[in-house]
C-alpha cells in the first residue's frame, strides 16, 4: 500500500485525526472522497509528460517509492544520483524500471546538511536540459523520503499541470509522518506501508515545513531554487509560483521512520559538523538529532577504550 488514505492514530500527538475546517488536513480532503491511490488507466491528461530528479542516499524502501512514482503519478524519467550509496546505481538498474531511469553516482562525499543544498541544485540543474531533450513538459524534484499523494487522482494532478505549462514554479505544501511504534526498531521498514499518521500543522513539524515544487521544463531559464523551488523566466520579470491545492497534491515526507535509520544517518552529519555547522542548521530537529549522535558516538568510542584498555590489564 503506497501513501494510503488518513486514518485516525491514538497517540497524544497533533496528527490527522479529522480534516477539521481551515486546516491542512481539511484542504486536502475537503472537496471529495479520497480516490485510490492506484494507476487511472488511460486518464492522464494528453501533453503533459513528467521527470523527476532525486539525490538518493540509503532509500528507506526504493522499490515502492519508484512503483508509485513510475506507475501511480507516471513518471516517465527518472534522473537519479547515488550519492554515496554502493550497489544503488546495480539495484536500479535492476528494477522493472530500469529503462526509464537514468542513474549516475558519487562517492567519498561526507553527509554534510549545508553543502547539501548546493550539491541537490546542480544536480538539478544538470536534470533540467536533458528533461527538455527528452520532449518531458514538468520535472518534480523529490527525496528518496518523500510521496507525492494525490487526493483527487493522479488525473486531477496531471490536469492542473496541464493548465499552468507557463508557471515555473508549482509549489505543494509537505505533510510529516508519523512512524507507528511497530515501525520504529526495524532497519527493513517500509515506511510508505507503515505509516498513516501524519502532521499537518507546520509549526508542529520536526523537519522542513517548505514543501516541493514542479518546475514546467518549457520556461525559459528554469533552475533550482533551493532544494525546494524552481525559478525562471528571462528579462528581469519576476517569478512565477502557482500553490498547488492540498487537494490536488501534497507531498508526504518520512524523515527517518526508524531508529537504526536516524542513527545512521545523524552519526553522519555528527562526524561531518562542526559546532558551528550545526548552530547554523535551521531546524530544532536537526540540531538536536546531530548532538545527541555526536554523545552516542562519543559515548560508544570511550566504551571501546575502556574495554581495550581492560582486556591489555587482563593480559
Not at 26 to 44: K, Y
Not at 126 to 131: G, L, T
Not at 172 to 183: G, I, K, T, V
Not at 283 to 293: D, N, T, V
Request: hydrophobic share 40%; glycine share 6%; charged share 20%.
Amino acid at each position: 500500500r503506497t501513501a494510503a488514505p488518513f486514518r485516525a492514530m491514538d497517540i497524544n500527538a497533533p496528527v490527522l485525526l479529522e480534516p477539521i475546517e481551515h486546516t491542512l488536513a481539511h484542504a486536502v480532503a475537503a472537496s471529495r472522497p479520497p480516490r485510490s491511490q492506484t494507476p487511472d488507466q488511460g486518464s492522464s491528461r494528453p501533453g503533459v509528460r513528467i521527470g523527476l530528479v532525486c539525490m538518493m542516499r540509503d532509500p528507506p524502501a526504493l522499490r515502492t517509492w519508484l512503483r508509485h512514482y513510475a506507475d501511480t503519478l507516471r513518471v516517465e524519467r527518472f534522473y537519479i544520483l547515488a550519492d554515496d550509496s554502493p550497489g544503488l546505481v546495480d539495484a536500479l538498474r535492476r528494477s522493472p524500471h530500469a529503462s526509464r531511469i537514468e542513474a549516475s553516482e558519487s562517492s567519498g562525499e561526507k553527509r554534510h546538511y549545508h553543502r547539501l543544498k548546493d550539491r541537490q541544485a546542480a544536480h538539478i540543474s544538470e536534470a533540467i536540459p536533458r528533461a527538455r531533450e527528452a520532449g518531458l513538459t514538468h520535472l518534480l524534484h523529490v527525496d528518496d523520503d518523500e510521496i507525492v499523494y494525490c487526493h483527487e487522482g493522479t488525473p486531477s494532478l496531471h490536469a492542473f499541470l496541464a493548465s499552468h505549462m507557463a508557471a515555473e514554479d508549482l509549489h505543494m505544501r509537505n505533510l510529516e509522518a508519523l512512524a507507528p511504534p511497530s515501525a520504529a526498531g526495524g532497519d527493513d521498514t517500509d515506511p510508505f506501508a507503515s505509516c498513516y499518521a501524519f502532521r499537518h500543522t507546520p509549526r508542529d513539524y520536526c523537519a522542513y515545513i517548505n514543501g516541493k515544487s514542479f518546475g514546467a521544463v518549457g520556461v525559459a531559464g528554469l533552475a533550482p531554487a533551493g532544494p525546494h523551488h524552481f525559478c525562471g523566466g528571462v528579462g528581469g520579470g519576476e517569478s512565477v509560483q502557482v500553490p498547488v491545492p492540498p487537494r490536488v497534491a501534497v507531498v508526504l515526507h518520512y524523515e527517518c521512520c526508524s531508529f537504526p535509520r536516524w542513527r545512521r544517518k545523524y552519526a553522519q552529519l555528527a562526524a561531518s559538523h562542526s559546532p558551528a555547522d550545526t548552530d547554523a542548521v535551521p531546524f530544532e530537529f536537526y540540531r538536536a538529532s546531530i548532538r545527541l549522535a555526536a554523545a552516542l558516538v562519543a559515548a560508544r568510542d570511550a566504551n571501546a577504550e575502556e574495554a581495550a584498555v581492560a582486556e591489555g590489564l587482563a593480559h
